[in-house]
């Protein structure tokens, strides 16, 4: 059975419940729709239905995901606007990480900005030896990550690691990010890495599913305690500010941008 839009699959084969990013000519830049129907997705999921375990993916082979697609950045033109998207990505994040089920990304290639995100509210991760996986947004974008999705990162890594990868803005490789807990398994190919994907949902379908919804909750517990950090006035002030025009029009232009800091 699979439901179909052009940007996002998904497909239930038996037991598991496959999304697939479906954008490869754009690396699977993550459109609004694209994160809606995601989130969709997550907070329509049974608790007792037939489907035990999601995996999350990208089409093509190259890319899980190129974070958010620039171009949905150009009608910005005030701090509200960057404070609406973090709010709208929240309530995506939030339902990702309450699905009833356990979620797998399945990775491959380029994994960054809100897609290395979304790979981090994961409760798996895999990856094939190609990935890049960061946040570049400091020598692109000059907009910020909200203080959820630091936790989320961090929570993994380390506060110091997550701070590397925002400071640095260099995208880590697999040996790396298998290193720091980042990705749990690497796999040589495509298709190496979906057969283990699917052989891990396999063996999650035979186990209890109280005990697994029990230990995805607590992590969502403790993530939750980021959402209580005012960033707001941080938000606003990148979105609101001249850096972020700069940014935007630079990488639409194809140019090097010219930071200010204002």
Sequence with gaps: MQQKTDEILYEVQGATGIVTFNRPAAHN??????YDRLGEI??????DGPVKALIITGAGGKAFAAG??????RNFSSAQDGLDYEERME???QKLEACPVPTIAAITGVCTGGAAVIAAACDLRISTRDLKFGFPIARTLANCLSAANVQRVAMLTGVGRAMDLLMTTRLIAADEA???GLVNELFDTPQAL???AHAIAAQI???APLTMRAAKEVVRRLRAKAYDIDDLDLIAMCYGSRDFREGLDAFLSKRKPAFEGR
Excluded: E, K, V
Aim: glycine content about 4%; overall charge negative; charged content about 10%.
């Design 178 to 180: 298998h290193a720091i």
């Design 42 to 47: 997550c907070a329509t999921m049974p608790a």
């Design 91 to 93: 309530a995506m994040f």
């Design 29 to 34: 830049a993550l459109t609004f729709g694209m």
């Design 205 to 207: 379908a035979t186990q």
């Design 194 to 196: 979906t057969d283990r």
């Design 68 to 73: 958010t697609d620039i171009s949905l950045f």
